[in-house]
């Protein structure tokens, strides 16, 4: 069997990480699919999370977007971009198109946020894509356990985020005791690359609680 076939849990490598690394417990932050993975981690091992903070992160488990028309426009651009550049098997493509998305409308017309966007992803292993994913998620999922998070927690979101990424947030602070709900304003979903002195002064205030 292919290493790639076999099953795996984004839960279970943090956990395996912390305890190669020798820490019990940790403040977790995570954006955007790193921001459930760590909503995940949270539920399923709350002694070992001291605070959880999210940044346009999805809940597992939660119903499919209900795009506006403009943002459900941009997304069938986005489907078409990307699946052409796969079958080209043009990488540097593939992440380009991402920028297509209504949660990159900022982050797209910014002066670094987007080409950085790009460089991080011009490399990513699309295989998940060409065949089944053996990915573990958590059963059940987030978003019928949110009350199983005990950390004090931080959800952060883009004001131009799109519908999306806000209704998530919404989810988040309305399932978890005491959820605090921060918007940056003039930013979407990559707040930490367009304004990132906003998103450390934020992050770190709450630590500081």
Excluded at 21 to 34: C, K, M, T, V, Y
Excluded at 99 to 109: C, G, Q, S, V, Y
Excluded at 186 to 199: C, K, Q, Y
Aim: aromatic share 8%.
């Amino acid at each position: 069997m292919c290493i790639r076939d076999r099953p795996y849990s984004h839960v279970e490598d943090l956990t395996a990480l912390l305890e190669y690394l020798g820490i019990e417990q940790a403040n977790l932050i995570g954006q955007s699919f790193g921001g459930g993975v760590a909503l995940d981690f949270a539920i399923a091992h709350p002694e070992r999370t001291l605070s959880l903070i999210t940044s346009g992160a999805e809940v597992g488990g939660s119903e499919d977007p209900s795009y506006t028309m403009e943002e459900q426009a941009a997304v069938d651009a986005f489907n078409t971009a990307l699946g052409e550049a796969l079958a080209k098997e043009d990488w540097q493509a593939a992440a380009e198109s991402l920028l297509l998305l209504p949660e990159f409308t900022t982050a797209a017309k910014h002066p670094t946020a987007g080409a950085r966007l790009v460089e991080m992803l011009k490399d990513f292993d699309w295989w998940p894509m060409f065949r089944e994913d053996p990915l573990v998620e958590l059963d059940p999922p987030a978003v019928e356990q949110l009350d199983k998070v005990m950390a004090p927690t931080l959800v952060i979101a883009g004001e131009l985020s799109g519908s999306f990424d806000l209704a998530q947030a919404d989810i988040l602070v309305e399932g978890i005791t005491g959820a605090q709900k921060v918007i940056l304003s003039g930013v979407d979903h990559l707040g930490h690359l367009e304004t990132p002195a906003a998103f450390e002064k934020v992050v770190m205030e709450f630590l500081g609680k």
